[in-house]
Structures are given as C-alpha cells and as structure tokens.
C-alpha cells in the first residue's frame, strides 16, 4: 500500500496501514504519573478499533485500571511513515468477543509451525485469569510521513484523519 505525502490520507488506507504494521508502541501511565511504554502485537477491525493481549497482572494492565488514557505509534520503517494515535483502552468483558480476539491474535502468532501452540484451556474457559484482551477506540489519529521527498529536502507530512 502506498501513502504518499498528498494529503486526504482515508480510514481505509489506515487501516490498511495498521494491517500490515500490527506491532505497536503503546504507553500508559501509571497511578504514580511514571510513563510505560510497551509493545504489543495488535488486531485492528475495519472500524479502526484495535485488540491486543496482556497478561491480567501486568504493568500495562495494571496502568490502564487506574488510567485508560493510552497512545500508541504504528511504524514502517521501510517507507518512513507512522499512524499515531491517542484513545481510550477498555478491558473486554464479552466472552465471545475476548474468544474471538484471543483465537485471531493466536493464529498470528503461531502460524509458524515451529512454535508452540498455547493451551487450549483459554479458549474454553476464558482468558479472564491470565489473560486480558484490551480494545482501544481512537480518538485522535495521525498518519505522518517522514520520507525523503524528491526534492531532497527535509519535510515532514502530517495529517490528521480523525
């Protein structure tokens, strides 16, 4: 896919984007105001809504109870281009949908066959315990392009899509 620096970036070229660069940086902040920044594998919906997984005791997990104010930066090294965005993190309660999140995160990571499969007891009694699947809504998002231009000179695009 190929995001020039013309302007009038669409939802669908982002998503297209985050499809095809699914490890994100994302930060939080702790109760005590410390940044954390992490990353994480993700699961984006057409929507532009985004999943990923973390352990239900961890640091992430533990920021995001106390402050669901996240951001996260999408990265193509290759073409010099990012999607930044800022939302709000939710843990997700619906057993289905956290099944449904949890099966299409495992089938990324493991469809090489080298590595091994988790347990399937995640798909048949939840995740809840060991495992929290977070959705994220953006709010904000900006699509940035720090390729060299033909002229040769320095100059960022950025524009913002929602």
Avoid: W
């Amino acid at each position: 896919m190929r995001l020039a620096a013309t302007g009038n970036v669409t939802k669908q070229q982002i998503y297209d984007f985050l499809t095809m660069n699914r490890a994100a940086a994302l930060a939080t902040v702790s109760p005590d105001g410390i940044p954390h920044v992490a990353t994480v594998y993700c699961i984006i919906k057409p929507d532009l809504t985004i999943y990923f997984s973390t352990r239900a005791q961890g640091r992430k997990y533990n920021n995001l109870t106390e402050n669901p104010l996240v951001a996260m930066n999408f990265t193509d090294l290759s073409g010099m281009r990012t999607v930044q965005l800022t939302g709000m993190a939710f843990r997700v309660e619906d057993l289905l949908e956290e099944q449904e999140i949890l099966y299409e995160l495992t089938v990324l990571r493991y469809q090489d066959a080298k590595l091994h499969m988790p347990s399937m007891k995640l798909f048949e009694q939840g995740a809840a315990n060991e495992v929290a699947i977070i959705k994220i809504r953006p709010n904000e998002l900006t699509f940035a392009n720090f390729g060299k231009p033909d002229d040769g000179r320095y100059r960022p695009f950025f524009e913002k899509v929602i």
